[in-house]
């Protein structure tokens, strides 16, 4: 979850609104509301506008006034956040099981790395992702703004009447909104809703966090928002530098080793052979990066503790820690099948020509 301009990764992945009294617990959620039971669902405002959005994918442009009549969802992303990677099987649950019965889901792409500005990279993940639902290609914060946003993911409401009746940010509330568009949806005269709740297999980077054991944050490597540098060499920003790592690194701290450039938006790297190494406590390590505009495949090498990660191994690295990186994108680098415990993670690019931009953890 990112709080404009940039992003968080503790707790629920989101700063929520108190719980209320008349709110259903937790396990009447999960279960089922009781018989007749109705979820408080005020008015909250009215459905902004799409009319800044740079591009559609999936659909012709979309309006209020045009999908009056029917309840819409909109959801807030951008293709690297791992937070909504993580709410994503959920959405798109909804999207398909609710369709026929009035549900319009409308997906807000707002880029926040510069490279999820480029129309190719988005359709190219929203395939991946499979996102089949109409999604607007919102550049320039435009449609951002006129929702005053400010989360990835952000998961807003509307009724019939194009009211705001429900909103959520960051991850988690399955349940609770999942009853919200069944109530919307039946206050709107739609018969045979299957008020059971749908149930999702998600894989790899979709998988929820373990939060009992995640103990490390979203960690830029870009100057502007970087924080834990502990490189033996203090950073040079915009030029060229050769790195020597830290013989030992703090919890959440990170260094670099090798000729690597430190810039504004991500560490690049400037001849092969250059590492990355990160001392965390979580489950999972990822890591948003891609080849430099125009470059090729980068292979890769991932080790924990000095070791190669073996049944470590993130979905996108194999057994034997090798991996490559073909375009710019999250991936998952380690996921431990063991007891978690601080641990040192270490990448390193066989191929000059990488930018690494931030780490999550799951």
């Given at each position: 979850?990112?709080?404009?301009?940039?992003?968080?990764?503790?707790?629920s992945g989101a700063a929520t609104e108190p719980e209320r009294a008349d709110r259903p617990g937790l396990i009447r959620s999960i279960v089922h509301r009781l018989a007749g039971e109705r979820l408080a669902l005020p008015v909250e405002g009215r459905l902004a506008s799409f009319a800044g959005a740079t591009?559609?994918?999936?659909?012709?442009?979309?309006?209020?006034?045009?999908?009056?009549?029917?309840?819409?969802?909109?959801?807030?992303?951008?293709?690297?956040?791992?937070?909504?990677?993580?709410?994503?099987?959920?959405?798109?649950?909804?999207?398909?099981?609710?369709?026929?019965?009035?549900?319009?889901?409308?997906?807000?792409?707002?880029?926040?790395?510069?490279?999820?500005?480029?129309?190719?990279?988005?359709?190219?993940?929203?395939?991946?992702?499979?996102?089949?639902?109409?999604?607007?290609?919102?550049?320039?914060?435009?449609?951002?703004?006129?929702?005053?946003?400010?989360?990835?993911?952000?998961?807003?409401?509307?009724?019939?009447?194009?009211?705001?009746?429900?909103?959520?940010?960051g991850e988690g509330e399955y349940a609770m909104a999942e009853m919200a568009i069944q109530q919307l949806l039946l206050e709107a005269g739609a018969e045979g809703i299957d008020q059971d709740l749908v149930m999702v297999e998600p894989r790899g980077l979709e998988v929820a966090a373990d939060w009992q054991?995640?103990?490390?944050?979203?960690?830029?490597?870009?100057?502007?928002?970087?924080?834990?540098?502990?490189?033996?060499?203090?950073?040079?920003?915009?030029?060229?530098?050769?790195?020597?790592?830290?013989?030992?690194?703090?919890?959440?701290?990170?260094?670099?080793?090798?000729?690597?450039?430190?810039?504004?938006?991500?560490?690049?790297?400037?001849?092969?052979?250059?590492?990355?190494?990160?001392?965390?406590?979580?489950?999972?390590?990822?890591?948003?990066?891609?080849?430099?505009?125009?470059?090729?495949?980068?292979?890769?090498?991932?080790?924990?503790?000095?070791?190669?990660?073996?049944?470590?191994?993130?979905?996108?690295?194999?057994?034997?820690?090798?991996?490559?990186?073909?375009?710019?994108?999250?991936?998952?680098?380690?996921?431990?099948?063991?007891?978690?415990?601080?641990?040192?993670?270490?990448?390193?690019?066989?191929?000059?020509?990488?930018?690494?931009?931030?780490?999550?953890?799951?």
């Amino acid at each position: 979850m990112v709080n404009e301009p940039h992003s968080e990764d503790r707790g629920s992945g989101a700063a929520t609104e108190p719980e209320r009294a008349d709110r259903p617990g937790l396990i009447r959620s999960i279960v089922h509301r009781l018989a007749g039971e109705r979820l408080a669902l005020p008015v909250e405002g009215r459905l902004a506008s799409f009319a800044g959005a740079t591009r559609w994918l999936n659909s012709e442009p979309l309006t209020p006034e045009g999908l009056r009549g029917r309840v819409v969802l909109v959801d807030f992303w951008t293709y690297t956040c791992v937070n909504w990677l993580r709410t994503l099987p959920y959405v798109r649950a909804w999207a398909a099981r609710y369709a026929d019965a009035g549900l319009t889901v409308v997906g807000v792409h707002t880029p926040e790395f510069g490279f999820e500005r480029d129309i190719d990279n988005v359709i190219a993940q929203s395939r991946s992702l499979a996102v089949e639902y109409p999604v607007a290609v919102d550049n320039d914060y435009a449609v951002w703004r006129d929702f005053s946003n400010h989360f990835w993911p952000a998961l807003y409401l509307a009724d019939v009447d194009g009211r705001l009746r429900y909103h959520h940010f960051g991850e988690g509330e399955y349940a609770m909104a999942e009853m919200a568009i069944q109530q919307l949806l039946l206050e709107a005269g739609a018969e045979g809703i299957d008020q059971d709740l749908v149930m999702v297999e998600p894989r790899g980077l979709e998988v929820a966090a373990d939060w009992q054991t995640l103990g490390s944050p979203e960690t830029y490597l870009g100057y502007a928002q970087s924080t834990g540098f502990a490189s033996a060499d203090r950073a040079r920003f915009d030029r060229a530098h050769d790195y020597t790592a830290a013989p030992q690194l703090p919890l959440n701290y990170w260094d670099l080793s090798g000729r690597w450039t430190v810039a504004q938006h991500a560490a690049l790297l400037d001849q092969p052979g250059g590492r990355i190494a990160f001392e965390f406590h979580a489950r999972d390590v990822n890591l948003v990066m891609g080849p430099v505009p125009g470059g090729g495949p980068i292979p890769f090498r991932v080790f924990l503790d000095g070791q190669v990660a073996g049944d470590a191994a993130g979905t996108d690295v194999a057994a034997d820690g090798h991996g490559t990186v073909p375009d710019q994108r999250c991936y998952q680098l380690i996921r431990q099948r063991g007891p978690i415990a601080q641990r040192r993670f270490e990448i390193e690019f066989l191929d000059a020509g990488v930018e690494a931009y931030c780490f999550t953890f799951g």
